[in-house]
């Protein structure tokens, strides 16, 4: 087994070779700090046992949109999934090839689609029958030719968060399979739109991986379907969705994923495609946060961070528990039980109860782990607070990839409109 990058040394919690006290002392608390290796190494972990297969990773840049994040994948050979014009944009700058892009999403507009074809990126994954109508248009008045895949709906329970399933009946996303035959009529009859072949994607954090058989055989089957009535395919896309452990959980291991892949959708002989977010970079970062006061209430303990669900939102949103470790710790100090919560004014803003630390003071500090999936990604401003830094640690070297946006800054972003008399009290 690999040592993990995070790992304490003298009692004090490292990331690679670095303290991330030396870190804090730099950018002060909260932030994010994010281990180049341990992206590296998920990237190899997930495209390893596809070699051999004319496959490719395209990561899915919405789990963590940082540039340096989207670079080093870039470098190790990822392509990228997007789901906006923006993320184009973060995708480009970060080194990705518009030949490895792959654009997702449901809601996808005029604007969207035209930088993509614009930037002749290898596929639109559509979604349905009226975004193919305005993907005939954008490319008909551009005088482009647009890739498309069909995102089916595979209607199969992802046994996943009720919150991520994407692949059940009744949902958003994807094309209803009795609808099929339909879009494939709209894009073979098109003379700007080129039939790319279909695209799955069951949900997201996935611990059981039976949906992922269920809807890769599905999927297995309409192509098969396809290809005896003569209708080209080039590829297949399975989407993300492999979970990861984040509390002491125990999932299957990757290599149950990748024989599902091998034994359903490798015989099939087409192009793979792949858009992992949450596997490649969950494990690859941390959420460095300290206590600001500790309280009693009721018969808890009660630790006030300083990182909040603004910061964070999955425990708020998803109920999600992440793991917490005090930064110093020589393993010698008894434990106590404690609630970790945040500065927000809501109380859905908890990192939950019963976490067992080591007697800890105002003033010292923790790490949220397994933060680098939606964590920055999907992080606010609410309550006044600031954008939090982030910082990429590889080997010896660190250096913050995005740095505080204070809310003066954020403040420069509004205006008062100048019919409005300014008074300030005296
Ligand atoms: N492809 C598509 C079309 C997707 O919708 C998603 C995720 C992915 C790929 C990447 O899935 P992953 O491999 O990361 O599971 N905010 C939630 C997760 C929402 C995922 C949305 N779609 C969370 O914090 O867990």
């Known amino acids: 087994m690999t040592k993990s990058v995070f790992a304490y040394r003298n009692g004090v919690l490292c990331v690679e070779a670095i303290p991330l006290s030396e870190i804090v002392e730099e950018v002060d608390t909260p932030f994010y700090c994010t281990s180049a290796k341990q992206l590296q190494r998920n990237y190899r972990a997930y495209a390893t046992p596809f070699e051999g297969l004319d496959a490719t990773v395209h990561y899915a840049v919405k789990a963590n949109a940082n540039l340096a994040v989207i670079r080093v994948l870039a470098n190790c050979g990822a392509g990228a999934d997007i789901t906006s014009a923006g993320e184009l944009e973060r995708a480009l700058e970060g080194g990705v090839v518009p030949e490895k892009i792959v654009f997702s999403g449901v809601g996808k507009t005029r604007d969207d689609i035209a930088a993509a074809l614009l930037a002749g990126i290898c596929q639109i994954n559509a979604e349905s029958l009226s975004e193919l109508a305005l993907i005939e248009k954008v490319a008909t008045v551009l005088g482009k030719t647009a890739p498309v895949s069909l995102r089916v709906n595979p209607d199969v329970d992802a046994r996943t968060h009720a919150k991520m399933a994407t692949g059940h009946k009744g949902v958003k996303f994807g094309i209803d399979i009795d609808q099929l035959g339909d879009a494939l009529k709209i894009i073979l009859s098109s003379s700007v739109m080129v039939f790319k072949g279909l695209t799955v994607h069951v949900g997201a954090h996935l611990k059981d991986y039976g949906p992922f058989r269920e809807g890769y055989e599905k999927l297995a089957m309409l192509v098969r379907l396809l290809r005896d009535q003569g209708v080209p395919v080039e590829r297949v896309d399975l989407g993300g969705g492999v979970g990861i452990p984040y509390d002491g959980q125990v999932l299957p291991p990757f290599s149950d994923y990748a024989a599902i892949v091998h034994d359903v959708i490798a015989p099939l002989n087409f192009a793979i495609s792949f858009e992992p977010g949450r596997r490649l970079v969950g494990d690859a970062s941390v959420l460095v946060t300290r206590i600001v006061h500790i309280k009693k209430a009721g018969d808890k303990k009660i630790l006030i961070v300083d990182a909040g669900m603004n910061d964070l939102v999955r425990p708020a949103m998803y109920g ?40 800890l003071q105002s003033g010292d500090m923790m790490a949220i782990m397994q933060a680098g999936a939606y964590g920055s990604s999907m992080s606010s401003t609410y309550n006044g607070r600031a954008l939090i830094p982030e910082v990429l640690v590889s080997g010896a070297q660190h250096a913050v990839i995005r740095r505080r946006i204070a809310v003066a800054e954020q403040m420069g972003w509004e205006s008062v409109p100048d019919w409005m008399v300014i008074t300030r009290a005296a």
Do not use: M, N, W, Y
């Open 320 to 359: 999600a528990r992440h793991e917490i470790i005090a930064l110093r710790d020589d393993g010698k100090a008894l434990r106590e039980k404690v609630s970790i919560v945040g500065p927000v004014c809501e109380t859905s803003d908890s990192f939950g109860d019963q976490f067992e630390l080591p007697s």
